[in-house]
């Protein structure tokens, strides 16, 4: 393989910081998405219960999102980015040192508090490379991501190993998972904070005057994104759930799940700008929508595990393919020194879309069946593709003097 056509030309000291700090994270987060659903059920949660639980982090999320995008653009990424990990580290704490329902809601605001500074790490990391390099870019922090989350996921084997072999009870034993998940979480954040010193901030304005020149093309996006994360959200945020309740698997089967399907999504990030090249970075998202789509519904169908995990990384393999394109034509469309203010808005659409997704899942999937959200998700997969198209085929990027280009540390 040409690496060219896939990574950028150059790679500057702060985005490796980045990068690093974003593995790191990467295995924190394959361990959470296998085991933290998995702990929550053996602590006696149910899916509606679960879904209220995860809803609570979108809803501080959505409430946060834009002013930190606001105060980013105005007064530097550092402090934002700051005030986001400590919430953040204060929410691992408290899921390590409670299990009650109220404490895990509580921790999930935390963690919504903290995602919300996440709207500043997509222009943070734009910053460091040239308009023409955005697919590569996104392309590769995807791809690094992916396969750090995989590894992670395949830490699912060490529950049910040690109660084989030590007699531990299997909810101590992710409970052990979940604290090694943290020491990674929290390891990254100090290689984040060091990339910000690589970007020059803007100088301090005094008042909170909004600067949002790209309005259309942030309301097309908005519409677009809540589409998709009701779609996904409904199903797939209770997936540990599903696959547990109806065919009884625990974490070091899913957790095989997770690291064959992220190695399959790493390379349909990676493989994505070359994809946009030939066919168009907004033909390739809308087409990786609707051909996943049939595969997301089939999903119920699956008369087995084995069946389902084969419909599973299809579908995510299809669909992320549209992963890194999505960004960088959201970076392309807006102006410099709008980017954070406008990835606020849109990351507070996709929380939102994130808060009713997990919500209204649990409770069709207590008061419909255990396969209905996938059905309603499937269609908004497919209405997300549509809407990608026909809202913004028309949409023509900032000319380049409009722009004030970020100068790049090496």
């Not at 007699?167 to 943290?182: E, P, R, T």
């Not at 809308?286 to 049939?294: D, E, I, K």
């Amino acid at each position: 393989m040409d690496l060219t056509s896939v990574v950028p030309d150059r790679v500057s000291t702060p985005a490796k910081l980045f990068l690093f700090g974003m593995v790191l994270n990467g295995l924190g987060n394959g361990v959470f998405n296998v085991v933290l659903q998995l702990y929550l059920t053996s602590l006696g949660f149910e899916s509606a219960t679960l879904g209220t639980i995860s809803m609570m982090s979108a809803v501080s999320a959505t409430l946060l999102t834009i002013p930190a995008g606001v105060l980013a653009d105005r007064y530097g990424k550092g402090k934002v980015v700051l005030s986001g990990f400590a919430f953040g580290a204060l929410a691992c704490v408290l899921m390590l040192t409670e299990s009650s329902v109220e404490a895990f809601m509580i921790g999930f605001l935390l963690i919504g508090m903290t995602n919300a500074v996440t709207v500043v790490m997509v222009p943070l990391y734009s910053s460091f490379f040239d308009r023409d390099e955005m697919d590569r870019a996104f392309g590769l922090m995807g791809f690094l991501s992916i396969i750090a989350s995989s590894v992670g996921s395949l830490l699912g084997f060490i529950p049910p190993m040690l109660v084989a072999r030590y007699g531990l009870s299997i909810q101590f034993s992710y409970y052990i998972v979940l604290a090694v998940a943290v020491v990674f979480l929290l390891g990254g954040m100090p290689f984040v904070l060091l990339s910000i010193r690589g970007v020059v901030e803007p100088e301090r304005r005094e008042g909170f005057s909004f600067n949002l020149r790209s309005r259309d093309v942030v309301v097309r996006f908005c519409l677009i994104k809540v589409i998709n994360r009701i779609g996904y959200g409904v199903f797939f945020s209770l997936f540990p759930y599903y696959v547990n309740t109806k065919f009884g698997i625990q974490s070091d089967a899913l957790g095989t799940l997770y690291f064959a399907s992220n190695f399959v999504t790493a390379g349909a990030n990676i493989m994505a700008p070359r994809i946009s090249k030939r066919v168009g970075t907004l033909k390739t998202i809308a087409l990786a929508f609707a051909v996943c789509a049939p595969f997301y519904m089939m999903i119920p169908l699956a008369p087995n595990f084995a069946w389902l995990s084969v419909l599973y990384i299809i579908r995510i393999g299809l669909v992320n393919v549209s992963s890194p394109l999505t960004s960088s034509l959201l970076m392309r469309l807006l102006h410099e020194d709008e980017k954070a203010t406008a990835t606020g808005i849109t990351s507070m659409a996709t929380n939102g879309g994130n808060a009713i997704g997990p919500w209204l899942g649990g409770r069709l999937m207590e008061q419909v069946s255990l396969g209905f959200p996938a059905y309603l998700g499937a269609g908004l997969y497919a209405a997300s593709g549509a809407a990608y198209y026909l809202l913004l085929r028309n949409v023509n990027e900032p000319r380049r003097t409009d722009l004030i280009e970020a100068p790049h540390q090496s």
